[in-house]
């Protein structure tokens, strides 16, 4: 959908603007990675029709959200900018965009307020919408994943590899969002990462809503059919890339459960420059509440999958989403996701309370009905639960010689000739190194654990 705005860059206005300065354009991404890896294509195309980046939200002639309709108060925060851009409408020209993952009702709610929407689904027509703007700009994107991103960072990429779900979890509003499942081509990918580490990137971070179902949307039905379209699966996907290099960190996200096959256990096991880090979202310990948000599994089964793994790669770091309060969602049901946060042993756990997105199948189907005050005390609870495992793990780690990329440093606010580095572990843990000297950021350094904290570690170089 695209507004009929006055065009800011029409007749004399356009001269002057030649003159005097270039177009700067404004990026505000809420949601997940893959919101950011969108993002950074985005961000190529304003380029190519003349705009730069400025992080000042307030000298933008083109503002453009990257919006996430997963959570409500993400799309809070869209409306609470929308008044203040109208204002400033009114002072000097400005465009606003739309996109990202945007539930049919809050696109009702929302698109009419922006000059442009661009549909996550829809990506491929991002140059045309863009000429409805800028008629006098000549772009031709034929398809989303081909254009070229501007990374965020020189030695961490984030590599979409397909986008959209299948699985329709009650509670989730992707599928609506992103649609159903689409693999980029292997050969894209592999080549992407390849120059990506031809340049020097040090961490390379595959993506998608589910990849461990990568290349099933091609397989075709007919043996003739099947020979000129099938994709590679997404543990040889794996192995491909795994193989490019023999020095750089290799991660995954995300996982679900349900596909997570004993061919890509083995070949994790095997690949030499994946992390030891997997995130693996449960969601809850109760098989009552997993139906309800049509997880696919049983508490058992996702155990089971938890010990292969362990006992194929021993000190696999393990993470999970996990909601608390979700649509009657007993003290029962809670007491068995305290259990198995627990036996599984998670160091690190993304927890979120239930909120209704309207559009999923929960907002229809089941009530909301976990007063907030106990949302808010079992959010609690989880938290002081990881914070005892999260430190038990850091201490197993004390004495052990680990690589970390370093990603910031600074000063010590006190004392002037230190500097604290920060990066992280190949497990995600942060890593904590006062040193004399400041160290490279997006460089890997060999450290000793030294001390452990709550959420991470101190580390000194060796």
């Given at each position: 959908m695209v507004k009929n705005i006055k065009n800011p860059t029409e007749g004399p206005e356009r001269e002057r603007g030649k003159q005097s300065r270039r177009k700067k354009f404004h990026l505000i991404i809420f949601g997940c990675q893959m919101n950011y890896s969108d993002s950074e294509r985005l961000t190529t195309v304003l380029k190519k029709i003349g705009y730069t980046e400025t992080k000042q939200e307030a000298e933008a002639d083109l503002i453009a959200i990257v919006a996430c309709s997963v959570k409500q108060a993400a799309v809070d925060r869209i409306h609470s900018k929308i008044h203040k851009w109208q204002l400033t409408k009114e002072t000097r020209p400005l465009i606003t965009i739309l996109s990202g993952c945007v539930l049919d009702a809050d696109k009702k709610k929302l698109a009419h307020q922006f000059d442009l929407f661009i549909d996550i689904k829809n990506l491929e027509n991002l140059a045309d919408d863009i000429a409805n703007i800028h008629p006098e700009e000549k772009l031709a994107l034929p398809n989303f994943f081909d254009i070229s991103p501007?990374?965020?960072?020189?030695?961490?990429?984030?590599?979409?590899?397909?986008?959209?779900?299948?699985?329709?979890?009650?509670?989730?509003?992707?599928?609506?969002?992103?649609?159903?499942?689409?693999?980029?081509?292997?050969?894209?990918?592999?080549?992407?990462?390849?120059?990506?580490l031809d340049k020097g990137y040090k961490e390379i971070v595959l993506l998608g809503q589910n990849v461990n179902s990568y290349g099933l949307d091609k397989k075709a039905e007919g043996p003739e059919q099947s020979r000129r379209n099938k994709e590679i699966s997404f543990p040889e996907l794996l192995k491909k890339i795994d193989s490019l290099s023999n020095h750089f960190w290799l991660k995954f996200l995300t996982s679900h459960p349900y596909d997570m096959s004993d061919e890509l256990i083995t070949t994790m096991s095997k690949c030499k420059n994946l992390n030891d880090y997997l995130h693996l979202p449960v969601q809850c310990g109760s098989d009552e509440v997993l139906k309800k948000m049509n997880r696919h599994y049983t508490v058992a089964e996702y155990k089971k999958l938890i010990k292969k793994i362990k006992k194929q790669i021993p000190g696999m770091t393990l993470s999970t989403d996990i909601i608390v309060g979700f649509c009657g969602e007993s003290d029962k049901d809670f007491e068995a996701t305290k259990k198995l946060v627990k036996d599984v042993d998670y160091n690190l756990m993304y927890i979120s309370q239930y909120s209704t997105r309207i559009g999923t199948v929960a907002a229809k189907m089941h009530k909301d009905d976990v007063p907030k005050a106990i949302k808010k005390e079992r959010w609690q609870i989880m938290n002081d639960q990881l914070t005892i495992q999260s430190l038990a793990f850091n201490k197993n780690l004390i004495n052990q010689k680990r690589e970390v990329l370093i990603d910031i440093v600074k000063q010590d606010d006190k004392q002037k000739n230190i500097f604290i580095n920060i990066g992280k572990l190949s497990n995600y843990l942060p890593v904590y190194i006062e040193n004399n000297k400041s160290l490279k950021i997006g460089e890997f350094y060999q450290v000793e654990i030294t001390e452990a904290l709550d959420w991470g570690v101190k580390a000194k170089l060796i």
């Open positions: 501007s990374y965020g960072s020189d030695y961490r990429a984030y590599v979409p590899i397909m986008t959209g779900c299948n699985k329709f979890c009650s509670y989730c509003a992707v599928p609506y969002t992103r649609g159903r499942e689409t693999s980029r081509p292997s050969k894209h990918i592999i080549n992407e990462v390849q120059k990506l």
